[in-house]
């Protein structure tokens, strides 16, 4: 029996779609059936790579895990990561399929894709029992329908009911719920059989007239209003959940017992920011995306994180002149490179096949490496052990670490570099490890293609308390226990949808009954 299909749209960008289908997927999950995530067509330059190799929107990895489902390219058929210039790089079913400019995307590619889409869902159809579908931005972009790949003609195809969010935060949430159904045709405003409100702060007694008036213009009902949650450790899509900070000083605290200032350095094609989500959550850590050189005199830590367009990103610190903070704060200070941020802290990155921009540059100088840009892009899970002999100056024996490198590059090393770690990539039909990345001597400076790579607990407590010892401050009360923290996160959101939203309804959507969670746990 083919699967039944829930689709998420919003109003706009940005507005909770990502975290309300993982919140589906792992309350349909509990409830015992076998559900996917799906989104056609997802634009990011935050992705994962699944257990076979191969590359997804970080989203989907989300949702997937939220399922209790084997994240697969089958979720998220097309990846589209911006490259500037109003071009982006289109990854089709994981692997480079080409870079195309925006207009020959939208009027050409995106019906030459369109049975890439159709032959994922179809898989996902007939293994599973309900997908959760998100949309993308608005349903009600006009100028873009007529070749849309990712909206209502995904929800025709799968014959989905469509649950419209919109997001009360950023203001004006009646007219633009309004607003997107008028600008649907007749038979795309069928399928939008109810409407959410998301991100609400307040007494909802007072949001009762204007849900009231706005069911009756709309003749859907609204069934549910989501709260604000503060504190969700987990992943946004894009950059537009990077928190909002100023760069005007650190925390004012001082002494042994203060906060470890970590400047992330936020380039222009920043991708993967969600490497920083563990470092973040942690209590006596002080983290933030920065671009100024007083951020980085200030810092204890400095951390390049990857980027998408390496070698321009370099020559942008160029320009700003970060490279000069960022080399005198190395010749006593502690830095960290993570992919793209490894290549630019080695000797040279060369480009001779275009893949990013034709030519070379030369790199920070900061680590024993040079690097050469492929045509072929490596995309593993990857797990082994930290080898390096010092980690900031402290000897911290062999640590495991996980994560994924997703990249382009070939980093070898120079003269007798020391390996940040032994890696095994999953999935590759190979037991043989290899040496990854490159650290100095006495670790102050290292880099790794591990994206990732704190999200391991014993790594990151470690990377903290070497990092504390070697600026002379107290060890931390306390760490952080992140995949716990993260499962908590999941099934304190899923709870909240439970308790916000009429979950009734939305099982009829589906053929099925709902059961409360009480009433889960008295059967169990």
């Not at 097309?78 to 089709?92: A, D, H, N, Y």
């Not at 649950?163 to 949430?173: A, F, H």
């Not at 990857?382 to 990249?407: C, S, W």
Request: glycine content about 10%.
């Amino acid at each position: 029996m083919r699967a039944r299909a829930i689709m998420v749209l919003g109003t706009s960008s940005h507005v909770g779609k990502s975290l309300i289908t993982a919140a589906l997927c792992r309350i349909f999950a509990q409830a015992g059936y076998r559900v996917a995530p799906f989104k056609s067509q997802n634009m990011s330059l935050n992705s994962a790579a699944t257990p076979d190799g191969l590359e997804i929107g970080r989203a989907q990895a989300l949702q997937a895990e939220a399922a209790g489902a084997i994240a697969s390219v089958h979720m998220n058929p097309i990846l589209l990561k911006p490259c500037g210039e109003m071009t982006s790089q289109v990854v089709v079913h994981g692997k480079v399929w080409g870079r195309v400019s925006a207009s020959d995307y939208h009027l050409r590619r995106v019906e030459e894709l369109m049975p890439v889409v159709q032959e994922s869902y179809d898989i996902l159809a007939a293994t599973y029992d309900i997908i959760i579908i998100e949309g993308a931005g608005s349903p009600a972009e006009i100028n873009l329908k007529d070749h849309d790949i990712v909206n209502m003609r995904i929800a025709k195809m799968a014959d989905a009911r469509c649950l419209l969010v919109g997001d009360i935060d950023r203001g004006g949430v009646f007219a633009s719920l309004w607003g997107t159904v008028a600008l649907l045709e007749p038979d795309e405003q069928a399928r939008i059989n109810a409407f959410l409100i998301n991100k609400f702060r307040g007494d909802v007694e007072l949001l009762k007239p204007g849900i009231r008036m706005i069911e009756d213009r709309l003749q859907k009902p609204c069934i549910g209003v989501l709260p604000w949650l503060d504190g969700l450790e987990l992943e946004e899509e894009d950059s537009l959940g990077l928190p909002q900070q100023s760069e005007a000083g650190w925390p004012a605290t001082t002494g042994a017992h203060r906060p470890l200032n970590i400047a992330v350095i936020a380039f222009p094609s920043f991708s993967n920011f969600t490497d920083f989500d563990s470092l973040r959550a942690e209590p006596g850590v002080a983290l933030r995306f920065c671009r100024t050189a007083e951020a980085i005199r200030q810092a204890d830590i400095v951390i390049l994180p990857g980027s998408k367009q390496t070698v321009d990103d370099l020559l942008w610190m160029r320009t700003q002149g970060l490279d000069v903070a960022l080399l005198a704060h190395a010749k006593s200070g502690l830095i960290a490179g993570i992919c793209g941020g490894m290549q630019m802290l080695g000797h040279h990155i060369a480009d001779p096949d275009g893949m990013e921009t034709r030519g070379s540059v030369p790199g920070l100088g900061l680590l024993p490496i040079e690097t050469t840009m492929r045509p072929n892009k490596i995309t593993r899970q990857a797990h082994g052990e930290f080898t390096a002999p010092m980690l900031f100056g402290t000897a911290v024996g062999r640590i495991a670490v996980r994560g994924y490198e997703i990249h382009l590059g070939e980093t070898h090393a120079l003269n007798e570099s020391i390996p940040f770690s032994q890696l095994q990539r999953e999935g590759s039909g190979s037991l043989s490890h290899h040496p990854d990345g490159c650290a100095t001597l006495d670790g102050r400076i290292f880099g790794t293609y591990l994206h990732g790579v704190f999200d391991e607990d014993g790594f990151r407590h470690a990377f903290l308390a070497a990092a504390r010892a070697f600026h002379h401050l107290a060890p931390a009360a306390s760490f952080e226990a992140w995949r716990e923290k993260r499962e908590a996160s999941l099934n304190r959101l899923a709870d909240t949808v439970r308790e916000s939203v009429d979950m009734e309804r939305l099982f009829g959507w589906v053929g099925g009954m709902y059961h409360s969670k009480l009433q889960m746990e008295e059967v169990h």
